[in-house]
């Protein structure tokens, strides 16, 4: 049960915003998000537990909405070094013995 | 502070040749651990999960197998490889103590079978 994540790729500005959209047909404990720089590992971004509660990470935040089951990630004022493939992950189940699935990923292209 | 490793970094192997990726993390004890692979511009696929040693979680139907003969050693192998077994390969672990939790991945090993 893969999330779905829209859109697939986006290209930007520097300066201009972006919204990263996340959703699952499951009931989720958590939600993950990565980014990934070409021929590079993933990069731990944050986690949204449930609760809808809101983070950030300098201009990068995200929210969980766990009636929907969505979630989305908000980059702000965008810089050359938000490039990369954004992906969610999805956690069903609060236990250490569960899994995160990953959505296709997002490719997120920022142009000067 | 915690590290992983990954090797080789590159494989080139024959079609029906075996496959042996290994996978270590320093400085953390009984982590969880993960095998992904992604294929060319596609998503991330988990392979297999391992939450202790011998105990492993197989995610899809495959050629490929996973060991955990170690807390800290995790191996992916395989013993004829396929055309589409080519791909990234990421190892990753997490504390997994409420959740899974924060994955920190490895390098990689990039495969390519021909």
């Known amino acids: 049960q893969q999330p779905v994540q829209s859109p697939q790729a986006v290209i930007l500005r520097e300066g201009e915003d972006a919204v990263i959209n996340c959703s699952s047909s499951k009931a989720l404990y958590s939600v993950h998000w990565y980014r990934q720089k070409h021929g590079e590992a993933p990069v731990f971004l944050m986690i949204l537990l449930k609760g809808g509660e809101q983070k950030g990470h300098e201009k990068i935040s995200a929210s969980f909405n766990e009636k929907k089951q969505q979630s989305s990630l908000y980059l702000t004022a965008s810089q050359l070094s938000y490039s990369g493939t954004y992906f969610c992950?999805?956690?069903?189940?609060?236990?250490?013995?569960?899994?995160?699935?990953f959505g296709p990923g997002t490719s997120l292209s920022v142009i000067p | 502070s915690q590290t992983i490793h990954q090797w080789p970094a590159t494989l080139v192997q024959p079609v029906g040749s075996p496959l042996s990726l290994e996978c270590t993390v320093e400085g953390t004890s009984n982590p969880n651990l993960y095998w992904y692979r992604q294929a060319a511009g596609r998503g991330l696929q988990l392979l297999f999960y391992?939450?202790?040693?011998?105990?492993i979680s197989s995610e899809v139907p495959q050629n490929l197998s996973a060991s955990r003969p170690q807390d800290r050693q995790f191996i992916l192998s395989s013993k004829k490889l396929l055309l589409s077994d080519s791909g990234f390969y990421l190892c990753?672990?997490?504390?997994?103590?409420?959740?899974?939790?924060?994955?920190?991945f490895g390098p990689g090993t990039r495969l390519t079978v021909l």
């Open positions: 990753a672990w997490s504390m997994g103590l409420a959740g899974v939790g924060e994955q920190f």
């Open positions: 391992s939450v202790g040693i011998g105990q």
């Open positions: 992950g999805t956690e069903l189940r609060k236990t250490s013995y569960d899994k995160v699935i």
